[in-house]
């Protein structure tokens, strides 16, 4: 039996049209999960035609994970197509570059709201159908940003991710009585295509990477796989876990 296959489960991955969150639905697709591709960015439905293109079962649905109704429309539409759900991934994020002291209200109201909101409404949301599935997996994903002070001008992501991280070991301790296990991802600095200008430049490439002990940055698929593994069997004794894959950033 081969513990990493994702056959017969259903995952809902929100950001999950581009970037991370593409190649997160794109492996589970591959390992056999019927995948729910929740994003407000259309190109979610090009996403969701090639998975099925290629033998897959995927949906697109427009999803703000900022707004609990938009919320309770993903879980019923996913229950209706799929009739089940096993498997949350909280992906969807936003960052922002600015001194601590520039940053505005506004600012930290939009960071928390996606990053932290987000998951919150996730967790709650996917608790009903993941416990009448008889378990599940939610993976959360936050960022090395939380586990350390790794650059300048990230305060108020790094305390949106930070509050993931904690959030998700509560939750963890909550959730555990029902089969349902939480784990966070901490991505390091993952070449994707909203940074691929900056990389391009070599300077700004060395300043980004900072102390990771690799001299590249990460792919979007090296974070897929780590995510694919906690979704599935495989990771069955794992929750509340911290599991960085940011090339030692954090460790340097």
Partial sequence: MNRLSLTDKVAVVTGGAKGMGGAHSELMAERGAKVVIADLDPVGQDLADKICANGGEAIFVSHDVTDETSWENLIEATLSKFGKLNIMVNNAGVASVKPAYEA???????????????????????????????????????????????????????ASKGAVRSYSKAVALEYVKDGIRVNTVHPGLVATTLNKEYLADPELRRTMLGNTMFDRPGECEEMAEMVAFLASDAASYMTGADIAVDGGWTAN
């Fill in 104 to 158: 505005t209200i506004e600012e930290y109201e939009f960071l928390f709201n996606v990053n932290m909101k987000g998951v919150f409404l996730g967790c709650k949301h996917a608790y009903k159908p993941m416990k009448a599935a008889g378990g599940g997996s939610i993976v959360n994903i936050s960022s090395a940003s939380s586990l350390k002070g790794l650059m300048p001008d990230l305060s108020l992501y790094s």
